[in-house]
């Protein structure tokens, strides 16, 4: 849609209200809930904003002095292309803003632009990238003010899907209406814990097809009575919650360019995908502190829980930090196609960032003709010895927000990929987030010391 489709539509489908959003780099929807009538002042102008809204921590502390409230504005400009109607509230709307300067360039803080950048230098040099967000979410209840997992049931079951049927009836309604594809459903955890697949795409629309989904499930189970939650960890029993990331790469004509049914590895993957891959690895701790960038998120990624722990890759395993995704052969239906999947993000991070940070450590991969190492194929790294792991090079993957972010601050590739903006105002809010679990005294630390001590 255009500019002019845009207002023709809104004021025939009677829509009151546009929203108008961009994420902030800690993963926050910010935005403005416009009037239909100053629509058209969105889609040419803009509306201002405090380029401190870019450098908030989840305290809503302004995190970057430079950035401060003295600092003026950026204009957020809707994009047309990005029009629809959100089913689930009423007569309203939703549009992603892209972030300007005063004179109308892109400014240098907007997440839009960057993927772009990152995604028009992916087809000069590699292809065109295809991403596909498998998202895990849970739903939870409060038990006298406790959060409980809703449901006590079986994994891959179909008795947690019949009894929340109406809340998926209602999410498939409104993903269809807003252009989504969901694809299948299943249970993943014993809890109540879920995941729906949508159809992958292009980067930019992969993401915000993503980023409404994920509002979308939060919204109907709270209409359905329950939380609806992408905290990574939020129950030490259960398996947590990942945003498996599957990245495909094709040529202009659509052909797969990971795929290669001769490769005499085994993993059928291509020169490209391999160097491609081995990038993933080289820049995993900065993916890492990106895609997995809260507290929460460590408390995921450990050992024997269907979650990396550890850097490497394979072929069918599911403990890894990169799946080369198992297909059948052609002969018997398979696709001719292969995908990487990346296991460690989850659903706090910002999903731009992601989608950024994957495209260029893998173009970084294969501009240093990198190699990905021996394969993880048929070991579990959670039982594999400190030997075993040393020759097959499972080096554990940072253990916590604050190792990760070290590692991401000596990412050049990471950081010229995200600009100093958006890099710096990043890490400085997280540093402030870390900085709140080291001041504010938790249970733990009662359990711990009050009657002990
Ligand atoms: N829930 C697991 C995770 O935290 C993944 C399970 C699966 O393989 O789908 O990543
Ligand atoms: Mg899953």
Wanted: charge should be negative; glycine fraction near 10%; aromatic fraction near 8%.
């Amino acid at each position: 849609m255009n500019r002019e489709q845009v207002l023709a539509s809104a004021e025939q489908q009677e829509i009151a209200f546009a929203q108008l959003e961009f994420v902030d780099p800690v993963g926050i929807g910010r935005g403005v809930l416009l009037a239909r009538e100053h629509l058209p002042q969105a889609l040419n102008r803009g509306i201002n904003f405090s380029v401190s809204t870019m450098a908030v921590s989840l305290d809503s502390h302004i995190v970057v002095p430079e950035l401060g409230v003295q600092a003026g504005d950026f204009w957020a400009v809707a994009d047309p292309s990005t029009y629809v109607v959100l089913p689930y509230l009423e007569r309203t709307a939703h549009l992603f803003a892209d972030l300007v300067d005063a004179d109308g360039r892109p400014w240098p803080g907007c997440p839009r632009a960057a993927l772009r950048r990152q995604c028009a230098a992916a087809a000069q040099e590699l292809g065109r990238v295809t991403l596909g967000f498998e998202q895990e979410g849970a739903l939870v209840k409060r038990e006298n003010g406790r959060p409980r997992w809703a449901h006590e049931g079986h994994f891959f079951n179909f008795d947690i899907l019949n009894a929340e049927h109406p809340f998926l009836l209602d999410l498939v309604g409104v993903l269809r209406a807003m252009g989504i594809e969901p694809e299948k459903a299943r249970a993943e955890n014993q809890f109540g814990q879920i995941e729906l697949n949508i159809r992958y795409g292009e980067p930019l629309a992969a993401v915000e097809q993503h980023w409404r989904f994920k509002q979308a499930f939060r919204h109907l189970a709270r209409r359905h009575g329950l939380i609806g939650t992408f905290m990574p960890k939020p129950f030490m029993e259960a398996q947590g919650s990942g945003l498996h990331l599957h990245i495909g790469l094709r040529d202009s004509a659509g052909h797969d360019l990971f795929f290669d049914p001769d490769d005499d590895s085994g993993l059928e993957l291509s020169a490209l995908g391999r160097h491609f891959l081995a990038g993933l690895l080289a820049h995993s701790g900065g993916i890492l502190a990106l895609g997995s960038p809260s507290v929460n998120s460590y408390k995921r990624l450990l050992p024997g829980t269907w979650s990396p722990a550890h850097s490497g890759y394979a072929v069918g395993n599911r403990s890894v930090f990169v799946r080369v995704v198992e297909s059948r052969p052609a002969a018997a239906g398979g696709p001719s196609a292969k995908r990487l999947e990346l296991r460690s993000p989850d659903g706090t991070c910002n999903p731009y960032f992601l989608a950024i940070a994957v495209i260029a450590a893998g173009r970084d991969g294969v501009r240093r003709a990198l190699d990905p190492g021996p394969a993880l194929t048929g070991h579990d790294t959670a039982e594999l010895s400190a030997a075993e792991r040393e020759r097959l090079g499972a080096r554990f993957l940072p253990r916590t927000l604050d190792q990760a972010l070290a590692v991401l601050e000596a990412d050049e590739v990471l950081r010229e990929a995200l600009g100093p903006l958006l890099f710096g105002s990043f890490l400085a809010a997280k540093r402030d987030e870390l900085e709140s679990y080291h001041t504010v005294i938790s249970e733990r630390e009662y359990a711990h010391y009050l009657e002990h001590f």
